[in-house]
């Protein structure tokens, strides 16, 4: 079993900052990606930023410049630091991985989701 445990969200002014943080634990052979993707109310989910064990980071146009990931393979953790944030950008957030477990003689890898963080950016 694997899970993910995020953190962070809340209300926030327009211009403001949060940071997510998100942790994975349990039977974890290898981190392959964390990431964050969110979705607002009416739209469909949306990858916002992802990461890889090697450190190469994804964005999408619209938080580019302003929001950073970063994360700790040995901590297994990701985190969004979220800056000028926009009212555009009220959504639940998700954190998501992509992780190698155990499976079997051999291992297996699959997609993880958190429970996600609501935030909210008031104009």
């Known amino acids: 079993q694997v899970h993910l445990v995020e953190s962070g969200g809340g209300l926030v002014q327009a211009g403001g900052s949060l940071r997510l943080s998100c942790a994975a634990s349990g039977s974890i052979v290898s981190i392959v990606s964390m990431g964050w993707s969110r979705q607002a109310p009416g739209k469909q989910r949306e990858l916002v930023a992802e990461?890889?064990?090697?450190?190469?980071?994804t964005y999408a146009d619209s938080v580019k410049g302003r929001f950073t990931i970063s994360s700790d393979n040995a901590e297994k953790t990701v985190d969004l630091q979220m800056n000028s944030l926009k009212p555009e950008d009220t959504a639940v957030y998700y954190c998501?991985?992509?992780?190698?477990?155990?499976?079997?003689?051999?291992?297996?890898?699959?997609?993880?989701w958190g429970q996600g963080t609501q935030v909210t950016v008031s104009s």
């Open positions: 998501n991985a992509r992780i190698t477990i155990s499976q079997g003689m051999g291992y297996e890898v699959r997609d993880y």
């Open positions: 990461v890889t064990s090697g450190g190469t980071t």
